[in-house]
C-alpha cells in the first residue's frame, strides 16, 4: 500500500458521506463558476467559496494540479487548499500531492478530491465538465445538513459503494470511517463490532483485510454474537 492509497482510505468514508448528501442539496441545479470572486453559484439559490484543486484532461489522459497550471494565472487566494496539499505531501512524501502532473491510471480527480475534503472539516467537493475536461474544486460554507451522523444502514451502504467504486485498503477506510461517524470500535484479528446506541455494524473480513461480510443489527444481538 502506498501512502496516497493509506491517506485516502482514512478520509474516503467520510467525503463519500458528505457527497452523497451535497448532492440532494444541489439536484438538478446547475453551476456556475466564478473564478475571480472564487465563488460557484448552483441554481439561483446557492452560491459558495470554493479553492480549486486541478484538472483532468481528456486528451493524455492526466491530472495537473491548479498550483502547477501556471497558465491559467489562478489568484492565489483560491489555490490555498491545494497548496496545503502539496506541503502535506512533502512532509509525508505522498507524490501524488507534490508531483504537477501525473496519469489518471496513478489516481484520478475524484480520489483527489475525496482525499482533500476529507481532511477538511466543513467541505465537499465538485466536479464541473468542460469540454476535454473537468475542473475539481472544494467547496466550502456549506449547510450543516451536508455533515450529519449516518445510521448503521446508511453506514453499511457508503462502505460498500466506497469499497465497489475506489482503491481503497478495506480495514483502514471501515475503521476511519466508523470512528469518524462517533461509533465505539471492537477489533479483533478479523472483526470489527462498531456500535453507537442501539445501531450495530459487524464487519467480518478475509485473510487479506477486505470486507467477507458486514451487516448491522442491534447491540443486544451484536454483544450476544
Known sequence: MNAFTKLLSQHVGTAFARQIQFGQLLGDRNFNVNIKQGVVTFGRDL???????GTEAEGDNSWLWAWANEGSNFPTNILQSCNALRDFGTQHTIEELTNRSFSLDVTDGHSISLTASGLNDNCCYYRAP?????????????????????????AIEII???ISNVNVEHWIMC??????????????EDKINAIRGNDAIKIIFDSQQRIAEIGASLQSKLLAT
Do not use: C, K, R
Open 175 to 188: 475503521e476511519s470511517f466508523l470512528n469518524s461517524q462517533g461509533f465505539t470500535l471492537e477489533l479483533s
Open 130 to 154: 468542460y469540454s476535454g475536461g473537468a475542473l475539481f474544486f472544494l467547496v466550502f460554507n456549506v449547510p450543516n445538513e451536508v455533515f450529519p451522523y449516518v445510521d448503521a444502514a446508511q
Open 160 to 162: 460498500t459503494d466506497v
Open 47 to 53: 452560491q459558495y467559496q470554493i479553492q480549486l484543486l
